[in-house]
């Protein structure tokens, strides 16, 4: 199974708004992208706007071919704007407004009731629904019992982490990777890969999908985009 690349392009619209105007455009980012060998387009539509925009998303729908994975906050704006432009995915975050990025996994577990409205809401949409969520039997189950197709694996304590601690934070993915599996749910992965830690997490066979933005496009700034998506592309390929 080929193993797919979904490139969040947030960060190009952090540069943009740190300035204000047009420039530089995140969907000019999502299409060079699709050219380069990603297989999706994520974008995180934020409470505060901090990065992208209701008119990205509008243009993003629009202009680029390749399906868009929503990250979004389990609120009633953002399922309404979901439910609106009916991306093909739909991945539910946790959100804190204090936050540089996203901290870590959702607590499905605890918000079991709360999440339940909008992962029916966005299914009976026919939006794929994920929940980005910690690598725990315990958010495993409670994604099962919830009826999501899709987890997204919290790989941020993985990519921070090094020797003995890293390979057991690697081995609890796999494990929870197999555990989805098992009852159903494609999993994926991602949060803080680079160039040096993506291959041990591309070789989990049962992942069929990772996202990365914020390296790919600090990377750009010194390579270009088109050559820092080919090569996680290409490292993604040789782990499998």
Known sequence: MKLRLGVNIDHVATIRN??????PDPVRAAILAAKAGADGITAHLREDRRHI???????LMAEIDLPLNLEMAATEEMLEIALRHRPHAACIVPEKRE????EGGLD???????????????????IRVSLFIE??????????????????????????????ARAN????????????????????????????????????????ELNIGHFLIGEAIFTGLDASVRRMRELMDAAR
Request: proline content about 5%; glycine content about 10%.
């Open 99 to 102: 936050e540089r990025t996203t």
């Open 108 to 126: 499905a577990a605890g918000q079991h009731n709360h999440l339940a409205y909008f992962v029916d809401k966005l299914g009976a949409a026919n």
């Open 18 to 23: 740190a300035r204000g105007g047009d420039h």
């Open 53 to 59: 925009t209701d008119n990205d998303i509008d243009r």
């Open 169 to 208: 934070e690697l081995t609890r993915i796999a494990d929870c990777a197999a555990l989805a599996v098992k009852n159903g749910i494609e999993p994926h992965a991602g949060h803080g890969l680079t160039f040096d830690n993506v291959v041990p997490v591309a070789a989990i066979p049962q992942v069929a």
């Open 135 to 164: 690598p725990s039997e315990e958010q495993v189950a409670a994604a099962v019992r919830l009826g999501a197709p899709v987890v997204e694996f919290h790989t941020g304590r993985y990519a921070h982490l090094d020797g003995e």
